[in-house]
C-alpha cells in the first residue's frame, strides 16, 4: 500500500508491506493516526500513519476467507470486518 500527499501527489513513507497478497479494503481511523487494511488472505493490519511503516501489534485473524469490508468506530476503539466467509467480527 502507499499513501500519497493529494497536494504534492508525492509518497508520504515507503510503501506500506506486510499483507501476503492484495489488499481489499482500508480504512483510516477518525484521528488520522491509524490506518487499517484488510487482505485477500484475511488479515487485518493496522498501521501508525505518522511514524510511516510502523505496524501497530500483531495482525488480527479469524476469518477463514478475504476480508471486501472494514471499518472503524467513530471513538477509534474498534474494528468491524465482513468477509466472504460470510461472517461479520468485531475487533
Known amino acids: 500500500m502507499i ?8 509518497m508520504v513513507f515507503k510503501p506500506l508491506v506486510k499483507h501476503k497478497g492484495g489488499v481489499e479494503s482500508v480504512c483510516f481511523s477518525p484521528d488520522g493516526k491509524r490506518l487499517a ?8 493490519i493496522i498501521w501508525d ?4 511503516a510502523t ?11 478475504k476480508i471486501y ?3 472503524i468506530s ?6 468491524v470486518t465482513a ?3 460470510k461472517t461479520v467480527r468485531l475487533w
Open 49 to 52: 500513519t505518522e511514524t510511516g
Open 55 to 65: 505496524q501497530i501489534g500483531q495482525p488480527c485473524t479469524g476469518h477463514t476467507d
Open 3 to 10: 499513501i500519497w500527499d493529494v497536494e504534492s501527489k508525492q
Open 69 to 71: 469490508s472494514l471499518a
Open 74 to 79: 467513530s471513538d477509534g476503539s474498534f474494528i
Open 37 to 44: 487494511s484488510g487482505s485477500l488472505y484475511s488479515k487485518v
Open 83 to 85: 468477509s466472504h466467509d
